[in-house]
């Protein structure tokens, strides 16, 4: 029978489990607990154990929210359209911003 090899990562991956476990998400205060998580690795330069737990724990955060907040279709122009509007953006505004004429928008 072959043996499978297990990959050792670096301390600073297991040091990450132990803050945060790699287990599946459960609910939304786990899910925000979680970006809390990513969002501190993603303000740092990340050590090679580091980047691997934050693979994980994207992959994790990924399963929770396509079960739970699935995002509709959306067409280019309804994206923009939310994208704007959630950053308080005229058409005008984005139109100056991007050197385009603000009929295009």
Do not use: Q, W
Not at 19 to 42: C, H, Q
């Amino acid at each position: 029978m072959p043996t499978t090899r297990i990959r050792r990562m670096p301390d600073s991956y297991y040091e990450m489990v132990r803050r945060f476990p790699l287990t599946r998400i459960a609910d939304d205060n786990e899910l925000t607990a979680a970006l809390g998580v990513i969002d501190d690795l993603l303000a740092k330069e990340l050590s090679a154990g580091e980047d691997a737990y934050l693979s994980a724990l994207t992959a994790l955060v990924h399963v929770y929210e396509s079960e739970h907040h699935a995002i509709p279709d959306a067409t280019p122009a309804e994206v923009l359209r939310e994208l704007a509007d959630a950053s308080g953006l005229t058409g005008a505004v984005i139109a100056e911003r991007c050197g385009i004429a603000a009929s295009t928008v």
